[in-house]
């Protein structure tokens, strides 16, 4: 046997073949997916099944938090609150304190599902003159062309966060163990560090790059460079990243409760903030708000009963989808099938068209909301629709005729309690702004107000924007069947319903429902008054059959291939006979379903 030498060479030679495996080496794109040998060939691998509790998160370690807290004896609410807290960490790419919250829970107790919208307001001395006036300003200043939309970087955007006021009102319903302990998890990673996974590094690359492109647009990035940079750059994939200043700021309101937030010191810091950059938001802001209890909405979809958060969010749309989808049989027409998706894709461009003329605040415009999602209205808007061509004239329709009156995460305890959370900065990181030593950015939804005067989701000082995160629950039989959501923009309700038939319609597994190759279509009008841009563009992944993609172009469709923006689903199934959760996660994503 020849004795093997390291020489020099040899070491730099393993060190390099080390680091390019570490890095996902090109040469990997030469080979291909090893076979499974149960389940679906194409899906990412089996359902996680457990007993007695469950959580599904984007983050590894976030679902682990979760499982802990559940262990302590914490409800599913504790678990959830204290995975949001870890998200806002470990994933600041998405989401965190400076954003919004919508919540769902099951509880077993009263038989019931509650509904929390936890989405602020804009600011009250900014009238809609004065927010067209800095708009303008703010594009001149950074030596770009005018617009007449909000732009998504800087303190313009920014709404006052809703998420923490949402975590102290839910746990002050259903919250098992004190606030502490739930946020202990994650003062303890913000403190000593944890690694990044895999996408949030990409992510993150390209939201600082973005920063840095449009910085003319952000009155103050020192903050954010400080807060989120490692030696001046973004962590990579297994990098450990600490914040320190968030742990401070999460340690304020773990001994402080919901005022150290919106009335404290946290406040009064954000409010001289804003002051010192030149932004709207002041104390008061702050100070008074509330988010508010409402009550979740549902369509009856083939025996199971969908349910939705009324507007601001946009979860009504994918209620209407399945209205209108009632009437086609897409177990007939295959899963997959041009005829099926076809019906999906129309069925889509409608519900758009009436969610971006109707959709806004109820608090300030009426929101035709039974009518929306009313069997009548369905039936009214299917016959716009020939599976043979897309229709070149969809527009939005009159629900009012038929009127009476938005990172997602869920988890399950052992009482049966199920929660479906979502919660985000909206595009990216968010503004591009932290306050002074907080150790987190502010979301920049108001980019989604309409300037438009005439317009329903018009800006206006204390009102609530548009939203696009919706958390997604379904009861059959009146037993809750599945806490889910698929977070991603505009692709959430559509994603809903693809998640949804491919569950009920083609009778998926959990897990193999959200693996399935999914579409996603372009081109509707926009809450900020975008027009509609025709018949628009269809994204596909590429596990649909080319065939089916070419039948669709001759129906008068534009198919491109899939850019990877397809959302991120998690979801927790329940099986009552049993007693058990099955959990599936999103295989797009660097998530995981943890059980117990």
Known sequence: MIPIRFTRCCRLALAAALASALAGHAAADDIGRGDR??????????????????????????????????????????????ANAALGLMEPVLNGIGGDCFVIVW???????????????????RDLAKMRAEVKAAYAKAGMPAENYIPALGSLPVTVPGTVDAWFALHEKFGKLPIADDLAPAIAYAKD?????????????????????????IEELDNARHTYLIDGHTPAEGEVFRNPDLARTLTLIAEGGRDAFYKGAIAHTMDAYFKRIGGDLRYEDFAGYHGEWVTPQSVNYRGYDIYELPPNGQGFAALEMLQILKGFDLRKMGVGSADAITAMLEAKRLAYEDLAKYYADPRFVHVPMKGLISEGYAEQRRKDIHLDHANPAIGPGDPRLFDGD???????????????????????????????????MFQDRGELYSLDPKAANVYAPGKRPFHTIIPGFAMKDGEPFLAFGVMGGDMQPQAHIQVLTNIIDFGMNVQDAGDAARW???????PTGEPSQGIGTVEMESGFDPK??????RRGYKVVPGTGNFGGYEAILFDPRQHVYWGATEMRKDGEVVGY
Do not use: C
């Open 406 to 440: 938005t990172t997602y995460f869920t988890t399950a305890d052992k009482d049966g309690m199920m929660v479906s959370i979502i919660q985000s900065n909206y595009r990216g990181m968010g503004s591009g702004l932290v306050a002074d030593g907080l150790g987190f």
């Open 520 to 526: 996603r279509h372009f081109g509707n009008a926009e």
């Open 37 to 82: 040998y149960s389940g679906q060939a194409w899906a990412s691998r089996s359902p996680v099944i457990a007993q007695h509790g469950m959580a599904a998160t984007e983050q590894p370690l976030a679902s682990q938090v979760a499982v802990d807290i559940l262990k302590k004896g914490g409800s599913a609410v504790d678990a959830a609150i204290a």
């Open 548 to 553: 089916v993609k070419e039948e669709l172009v």
């Open 193 to 217: 560090g944890f690694p990044i996974t895999q996408l949030v590094a990409k992510y993150w690359k390209g939201n600082f790059a973005a920063f840095e492109r449009h910085h003319g647009l």
């Open 107 to 125: 509880d077993p107790k009263t038989h019931q599902l509650y509904g929390y919208n936890g989405s602020g307001p804009s600011a009250k001395g």
